[in-house]
């Protein structure tokens, strides 16, 4: 069965520097997102992605932000500077269709000290 | 405000005990509604779509009630691998396809 995935699993990393998360959706889902979890806390939603752009982001989803999808097969979410309170789960998702269920990869968990 | 509000439990039941949850949500522009099951520092995983008339699988049957504005999740014959977190989670109206997740409500099943 298609799954999405996640990369890395754990990432650790200073306040103040530029992270990197990647994912791989399901290959035939057309809708990308993003979510985070604080530890303790609800899901919360960052960003939708369609047609190479961004159709709906979050107040979370701040300039520190950004989503690209560099190649057909990747979808990264990049945090330029980041602070403490940037720590939390990530995880990606995708949908075939707008609408759709939406089906989430394994996560990344992110450390910031 | 778009909210999903649960009771966050623990529900703790014996096997083969019969469990249900509710769910609430705030905003009568609701679209869509799903149960999914979250284990303990793993991904959610989709349980199950919830539709305007009800809908079963295997031992797992949801419910809607858009007048009243609440779903429901119920679980018979629970088995030990039912212990885990149930979030409840709805899209609204031109809220595009943004998931709004509950907190969750802890299930525990016990030999």
């Not at chain 1, 107040?59 to 097969?73: H, K, L, W």
């Not at chain 1, 990530?90 to 910031?112: H, N």
């Amino acid at each position: 069965e298609p799954e999405v995935t996640q990369t890395p699993s754990h990432q650790v990393t200073q306040m103040g520097q530029e992270v990197i998360l990647r994912c791989v959706p399901i290959s035939n889902h057309l809708y990308f997102y993003w979510y985070r979890q604080i530890l303790g806390q609800k899901v919360e939603f960052l960003v939708s992605f369609y047609n190479n752009e961004i159709s709906e982001k979050s107040e979370i989803f701040d300039d520190q932000f950004s989503v690209e999808r560099p190649d057909g097969s990747n979808f990264t979410l990049k945090i330029r500077s980041t602070k403490l309170e940037d720590s939390a789960m990530y995880f990606c998702a995708s949908s075939k269709l707008g609408g759709d269920e939406q089906y989430f990869g394994p996560g990344t968990r992110l450390t910031v000290t | 405000r778009k909210e999903v509000e649960q009771d966050p439990g623990p529900f703790n039941v014996p096997e083969g005990a019969t469990v249900a949850f509710n769910c609430t949500y705030s905003n009568s522009a609701s679209q869509s509604f799903f149960w999914y099951r979250q284990d303990c520092r793993k991904e959610p995983k989709l349980l199950m779509s919830v539709y305007s008339s009800g809908n079963e699988d295997g031992r797992f049957t949801a419910q809607l009630n858009r007048a009243s504005q609440y779903i429901s999740l119920l679980i018979r014959d629970s088995k030990l691998s039912d212990s885990a977190t149930y979030l409840c989670v709805v899209t609204y109206n031109n809220a595009g396809n943004m998931l709004t997740f509950g907190g969750g409500t802890r299930l525990m099943v016990k030999p």
